[in-house]
């Protein structure tokens, strides 16, 4: 070999070497950001070996735990958080606790975790108490269900007015027959049948239609009332539809009910144009879709507002409505004259907050599952109910009504809070007592109605 070859061969060597020097050196940091020895030199070394300089770097003998000691510490506790990291020990690069400052940190950590333990117990208590609260409930629903279908429902001519009946039905009818029932108390006095519906229905597609064209001078004629005001009501039902319980989106645009409404609202006012659209009217209609089939909750809605109470307030009589809110003070200074005499110094009237709610039959002031319950009794007692579960919401939040000015007092009324307790909301409307000096809610509505025409016709009402 000559001299050159022989230069180039070292040089090569030379330049091989590093290179595999510079790629052990890229092993061993990688190796070490995970603390583990290189896979080269772990080869050489035999287990005793690698034990011994692991103990020499840690200062003291690392013996594993025994499966004894294992075991016991699996049993004394199950650590709930990070806060066990207190029971370890510090780094051996930093000196050591002061057995005082150690054995504090331990008691504080065992009260942390006795703490944590009692809060444990308590949300499982409270859980397993909400599951048999649950099952409870369901199976009450259970026994309700197969009351109503094979006893009440088929002899209801007989037993619908009977105190069991009645006892049972204030608790809630189940919602699996709950329209049935609805439909049963309500009536049809009216005799709609659900050919009118389609009839009225049909009726109503015909003018929608026939607006969005710009309409005909023989359809106004026709109409019995004017276009304009028709076109607005239209245009308010598709307003208050898009409003009707937007959190459920089920009445909404493109939702499942959003027809089903339409058509039932727009149906009704063909059916009475003299009534024609008013607000509040979407709520009550999508309660009783929840509840019915389309054609079945027309004809419930058709007599459900062809009530009294109803028609005075969707008719807008101002002289009825104002006797019906002398009448509900009549029984609010009766049941509770504290808070009476509290709104009458804040001069809080009763229609600042009872428009509303009589206006939707409480399906917009309650929560939908509460609202439901209400409608279950105003169903069997009629509009009397309406007004003493108004003083069954006063009573509610009298302690709190009793310390706030007038506005605070309305603005509580007039949006109540999502959640309400329904058992206790029944336990207070159960205390109003719709008697006053002898006289139940419809003697006295109709003393005040017999005032109020004496009064118009210029003689002064006598003295009850």
């Known amino acids: 070999m000559s001299v050159s070859s022989a230069l180039l061969f070292t040089d090569r060597n030379l330049l091989a070497r590093k290179q595999n020097a510079r790629l052990d050196k890229q092993n061993d940091l990688g190796w070490k950001l995970f603390g583990k020895l290189p896979l080269r030199e772990n080869a050489q070394k035999d287990s005793k070996k690698i034990q011994k300089e692991y103990e020499d770097k840690a200062g003291r003998p690392s013996k594993p735990p025994s499966p004894k000691q294992n075991v016991r510490k699996n049993l004394d506790f199950e650590p709930l958080s990070t806060t066990a990291l207190i029971l370890e020990d510090r780094p051996a690069n930093l000196p050591a606790k002061p057995a005082e400052e150690a054995q504090k940190h331990r008691q504080q950590y065992e009260e942390m975790v006795v703490q944590a333990k ?265 509009e009397e109910f309406l007004f003493r579960t108004a003083l069954g919401v006063l009573k509610l939040f009298e302690d709190i009504l009793t310390k706030m000015d007038f506005i605070h007092m309305a603005q509580l009324l007039t949006r109540l809070p999502d959640h309400l307790p329904a058992e206790e909301f029944f336990a207070c409307i159960a205390t109003i007592q719709m008697q006053s000096r002898n006289k139940k809610w419809a003697q006295v509505l109709a003393a005040l109605q017999k005032d109020s025409r004496e009064t118009e016709k210029g003689s002064p009402p006598p003295r009850h």
């Not at 006095?189 to 050919?195: F, G, P, S």
């Not at 059916?271 to 979407?282: A, F, I, K, L, N």
Request: glycine content about 4%; proline content about 4%; charged content about 25%.
């Open 118 to 382: 009692k809060r444990e117990l308590k949300e499982a208590q409270r859980r397993k108490k909400q599951l048999e609260e649950r099952c409870r409930l369901e199976e009450n629903i259970g026994n309700a269900v197969l009351t109503w279908n094979n006893e009440i429902l088929p002899n209801w001519e007989t037993m619908w007015c009977s105190r069991k009946v009645r006892d049972l039905w204030w608790q809630g009818i189940p919602p699996s027959v709950r329209g049935k029932v609805w439909s049963l108390a309500i009536g049809n006095e009216l005799n709609i049948t659900h050919e009118l519906f389609d009839i009225c229905l049909a009726r109503a597609k015909e003018r929608w239609r026939s607006l969005s064209a710009g309409g005909s001078e023989v359809e106004i004629e026709d109409a019995s009332f004017p276009a304009a005001d028709r076109e607005a009501s239209l245009e308010l039902i598709k307003l208050d539809i898009s409003r009707t319980f937007p959190n459920l989106c089920i009445f909404q645009q493109g939702g499942p009910y959003h027809d089903m409404l339409h058509s039932i609202l727009g149906a009704y006012t063909c059916y009475r144009p003299d009534v024609g659209y008013v607000q509040g009217m979407s709520f009550i209609a999508a309660v009783l879709i929840l509840n019915l089939d389309t054609e079945d909750a027309f004809i419930a809605f058709s007599n459900l507002l062809n009530k009294p109470c109803q028609m005075a307030f969707f008719r807008v009589d101002h002289g009825l409505m104002l006797t019906y809110f002398a009448a509900f003070e009549v029984f609010f200074e009766e049941n509770l004259p504290k808070l009476f005499a509290h709104f009458k110094k804040n001069n809080l009237t009763p229609d600042i907050y009872l428009i509303d709610w009589i206006f939707t039959l409480y399906s917009k002031s309650l929560p939908l599952d509460l609202a439901c319950r209400i409608w279950d009794v105003f169903c069997r007692d009629g």
